[in-house]
């Protein structure tokens, strides 16, 4: 299986900071990974695709870079409403797998 | 609107089976696969199986196989997961998920989640 890991585990930033989240599969993955956030309490929502793909309504200070296996997300400008957990997942082999999550509240 | 909608919470003892609904609207069921995802409480996303609701293809992760089933009724554009011989390290919320195409692919829209207490 390929494993996935993130970096921080958790972090806390003041409204308005860039805050960035690292994702590193154990193997190369091409573009095969994408990004979801998840409130306490609610499902998943699907935010970033095939690495750098935006998904359709979602904001523009999010965005994701990467290829092969390291990845990264960016929150350009954090917001109240962004504290929520980050994980990152890959499907390019399978079992699709996901990171172990990074929690990410208001400092 | 596209959505899924899950059926509501259970309660099972260890050994018994429950079997979690997810019914589909506002897009073309039989054009998107479906996963299911669950959740441990406090932990983290594990994903346990993917369908197609095209042809019924399925593909379960390895650590479920034999005790899990994942079909679909595409009168009813719903999806099903069967989970037998159920443990108490299975109580979790599970999701369904769609996939964005017939393949596997990012999970674009979610059900809101089942909780599934195994306890006796």
């Known amino acids: 299986d390929i494993q996935m890991t993130q970096s921080p585990s958790s972090l806390s930033a003041s409204v308005g900071d860039r805050v960035t989240i690292t994702c590193q599969a154990s193997q190369d993955i091409s573009n095969y990974l994408n990004w979801y956030q998840q409130k306490p309490g609610k499902a998943p929502k699907l935010l970033i695709y095939d690495a750098s793909n935006l998904e359709t309504g979602v904001p523009s200070r999010f965005s994701g870079s990467g290829s092969g296996t390291d990845f990264t997300f960016t929150i350009s400008s954090l917001q109240p409403e962004d504290i929520a957990t980050y994980y990152c997942q890959q499907y390019d082999n399978l079992p699709v797998t996901f990171g172990p999550g990074t929690k990410v509240d208001i400092k | 609107q596209v959505q899924l909608v899950q059926s509501g919470a259970e309660v099972k003892k260890p050994g018994a089976s429950v079997k979690v609904s997810c019914k589909a609207s506002g897009y073309t069921f039989t054009s998107y696969g479906i996963s299911w995802v669950r959740q441990a409480p406090g932990q983290g996303l594990e994903w346990m199986g993917w369908?197609?609701?095209?042809?019924?293809?399925?593909n379960y992760a390895q650590k479920l196989q034999g005790r899990v089933t994942m079909t679909t009724d595409t009168s009813t554009s719903t999806a099903y997961m069967e989970l037998r011989s159920l443990r108490s390290d299975d109580t979790a919320v599970y999701y369904c998920a769609r996939e964005r195409g017939l393949e596997l692919n990012a999970f674009d829209i979610w059900g809101q989640g089942t909780m599934v207490t195994v306890s006796s």
């Open positions: 369908i197609s609701a095209y042809n019924g293809n399925t």
